[in-house]
């Protein structure tokens, strides 16, 4: 009779002595939740992914399905360097820039006709002919350095009203093109550029250009017909021997002064300086190079 007293007692008041908490309750349904077996989970998911892809009596998971597929299309997608790609796989396209860098192109790629900055540095190009921007009237800067341009056809860069910047640095060209009207930066550092390869009134209309890089080539002679708005030039490193009081000044107008140019660069050059000062009378600064 006491034992069943006993046992009664443990029943009925022990639990009610100690109720365990509601957060501790809690806590543990959520731990005993969290540390469910991952592998019975597993196993369900397989289950289910089988029987929502079955078919003709094959079972294939949806993970294998899905990496099946993605094996494929990285199958059919073409190396980087081929230069049949679009234009906007081959190279990026931006908010009207194009970047078409050290991707080994040999031509210039079709442009979309919305492409306002061009920039195709250090790849192969050879030629660039009139058909390349014959329909892209909206560029405004087109850098070409490092390429090895040979040639320019005339009148590729005659539909270019809008072009500002234009870069055909380290190239092997022997003359100029016939540059657009708007341009305030050009650059034709290191090339083969001899005097007779640039027209007398190459730079004469040009009203807005300001910056003239003509640095490493071969030059005899100081270019002709500069423009009022120039402020730099650069003819260091050619093979300049003579200058002329026209050259930069104005021999009859004894009172011209070229108020814009802030820099001449001519060191490099065989040119002895100081036997032409009267060259430089309208210059606020004398250029550098060699005076003796």
Do not use: W
Request: include cysteine; glycine fraction near 4%.
């Amino acid at each position: 009779m006491e034992t069943l007293q006993a046992a009664f007692f443990l029943l009925v008041f022990v639990p009610l002595v100690n109720p365990a908490p509601p957060l501790q309750q809690e806590s543990l349904q959520f731990y005993d939740y969290d540390t469910v077996s991952m592998g019975s989970l597993t196993q369900q998911d397989n289950e289910m992914q089988s029987k929502d892809i079955r078919k003709d009596g094959t079972n294939v998971s949806l993970d294998t399905s899905l990496m099946l597929q993605s094996d494929d299309s990285q199958l059919d997608v073409p190396p980087t360097k081929d230069t049949n790609l679009p234009t906007c796989l081959l190279c990026v396209c931006l908010s009207g820039s194009v970047y078409c860098e050290e991707i080994d192109i040999e031509a210039v790629p079709p442009l979309p006709k919305e492409t306002a900055y061009l920039y195709a540095r250090f790849n192969r190009i050879k030629r660039i002919a009139a058909s390349d921007f014959a329909d892209i009237t909206t560029l405004r800067r087109i850098d070409f350095s490092g390429n090895r341009i040979e040639e320019i056809e005339d009148g590729a860069f005659s539909k270019l009203l809008l072009l500002e910047e234009l870069s055909l640095a380290e190239n092997r060209l022997v003359k100029l093109p016939v540059l657009p009207p708007k341009l305030t930066t050009f650059n034709a550092n290191q090339n083969r550029i001899k005097s007779r390869g640039i027209k007398a009134n190459a730079f004469k209309k040009l009203t807005n250009l300001a910056y003239l890089y003509l640095g490493h080539n071969a030059l005899e002679s100081v270019p002709l017909n500069l423009p009022e708005s120039l402020r730099i030039l650069h003819l260091q490193y050619n093979n300049i021997t003579t200058i002329t009081d026209d050259t930069f000044c104005k021999s009859n107008n004894t009172r011209y002064i070229r108020a814009r140019m802030d820099e001449i660069r001519m060191e490099g050059n065989p040119i002895v300086l100081a036997k032409h000062v009267n060259a430089f009378s309208c210059l606020r600064m004398l250029p550098v190079g060699t005076y003796y």
